[in-house]
């Protein structure tokens, strides 16, 4: 059996993007037999806990903060590692501890600060892009959650393929499914919508790479004419893309656009499974979970085909270019479709059902192993 420590104190307290991951992967690591010990951030010994059926390491309080968390991962991970004596590291969040001298798994989720430098932060882009070629260099290896980001890092950061190993991501059926029209209610109660307005869902970080205000642009089109345009629902954490607002004030009085912001992971499944179309038009993905969890809860789904996108929507889903005249006339197709919906819907469900946490484990037992035999070699 190997003994990993995973470091998940980079996860966020809104559990978004790289905490569905960790909570996802924690107990699917635990079930195929990985002798696990988790480090985590103070507020999360109770929830991983309960992951993983045994008490985690607390990360002291100021590593709450990024600064303090990037200090105490340099300092602190390595000591703390020299008294667990794991057989592995794993960093699932780019960075790692430079002075480790465990083997090393590091989780590097896209290529995109390479690939896209404008979707990111001034400010973490050289930083990731840094963090990610040091990854690739001292790793005993790495794990990416698709082909496409295991292809894009060797094209654009030198990466050795046999270093890299591919994790899909999967998805939990238990939360992600088709929704009861209890389900659905709730959500339209909490939206404000009434019971006959039809709406198309957006579910993301609201940042540059997801393309939010081409999605407005292209809805605003593909509801023109209409007796009963459907609403907007745009519904994520709050990222940091500042055109959002203008395209948002470009909306007609008579259309409906709502912004319910983050919402509790227990009503997401209303949410997706209760739209005509979900829509994720983003200008490029490492694996793209919100499309998995979309077609898990029997949503049709547009999405483009950058990326790791159609690496998981395969032909199960729609495709667009991201503009948003294309976005406008493909959304439009689809509204006026019924039979394409529930045509796409079906092979969607069979799609995710594909797609699960326990095979995107044993990728990772995997690359623990290939880590363990690497250091024997050398």
């Known amino acids: 059996m190997v003994r990993v420590l995973l470091d998940a104190t980079a996860v966020p307290s809104d559990r978004g993007g790289v905490g569905r991951y960790i909570d996802n992967v924690i107990p699917a690591l635990v079930a195929v037999g990985v002798d696990l010990?988790?480090?985590?951030?103070?507020?999360?010994?109770?929830?991983?806990?309960?992951?993983?059926?045994?008490?985690p390491i607390a990360a002291p309080a100021p590593a709450s903060r990024v600064a303090t968390r990037l200090l105490w991962e340099q300092v602190g991970l390595p000591s703390l590692a020299r008294k667990a004596a794991p057989d592995v590291v794993h960093s699932p969040h780019y960075t790692h501890a430079v002075a480790m001298r465990r083997p090393l798994v590091v989780t590097l989720h896209d290529a995109t600060f390479?690939?896209?430098?404008?979707?990111?932060?001034?400010?973490?882009?050289?930083?990731?892009?840094?963090a990610t070629r040091l990854a690739l260099r001292r790793a005993r290896c790495c794990v990416v959650p698709s082909q496409a980001t295991a292809?894009?890092?060797?094209?654009?950061?030198g990466a050795d393929p046999r270093r890299l190993r591919v994790a899909h991501l999967?998805?939990?059926?238990?939360?992600?499914?088709?929704?009861?029209?209890?389900?659905?209610?709730?959500?339209?109660?909490?939206?404000?919508?009434?019971?006959?307005?039809?709406y198309v869902a957006f579910l993301g970080t609201l940042e540059p790479?997801?393309?939010?205000?081409?999605?407005i642009a292209g809805w605003i089109a593909a509801c023109e004419g209409r007796a009963d345009p459907p609403a907007l629902v745009?519904?994520?954490?709050?990222?940091?893309?500042?055109?959002?607002?203008?395209?948002?004030?470009?909306?007609?009085?008579?259309?409906?656009?709502?912004?319910?912001?983050y919402l509790p992971i227990g009503e997401l499944a209303g949410l997706l499974g209760g739209a005509k179309v979900v829509v994720y038009p983003s200008l490029g993905e490492g694996f793209g979970l919100p499309v998995l969890e979309a077609m898990a809860c029997g949503a049709t789904v547009l999405t483009t085909r950058r990326l790791a996108l159609p690496e998981v929507g395969g032909d199960a889903v729609a495709y667009t270019e991201p503009d948003a005249a294309s976005i406008g006339v493909a959304l439009a197709g689809l509204l006026d479709d019924p039979t394409r919906r529930a045509t796409l819907a079906t092979a969607g469900l069979r799609r995710a059902a594909e797609f699960t946490w326990e095979n995107c484990a044993r990728a990772h037992l995997a690359a623990y192993e290939q880590a363990l035999e690497t250091g024997r070699r050398s």
């Open 209 to 215: 790479r997801k393309n939010v205000p081409a999605l």
């Open 37 to 55: 010990q988790v480090v985590c951030q103070p507020r999360d010994v109770d929830h991983i806990t309960t992951l993983t059926g045994h008490r």
């Open 170 to 198: 999967g998805v939990d059926t238990s939360v992600f499914a088709p929704p009861t029209p209890e389900a659905v209610a709730a959500v339209r109660d909490r939206l404000g919508l009434p019971p006959a307005q039809r």
């Open 114 to 130: 390479f690939t896209s430098p404008e979707a990111h932060r001034s400010i973490k882009r050289p930083f990731f892009r840094a």
């Open 151 to 157: 292809d894009e890092l060797a094209r654009v950061a």
């Open 234 to 261: 745009i519904a994520g954490g709050a990222g940091w893309d500042a055109a959002i607002d203008a395209a948002v004030a470009a909306v007609p009085p008579k259309l409906t656009l709502l912004r319910p912001g």
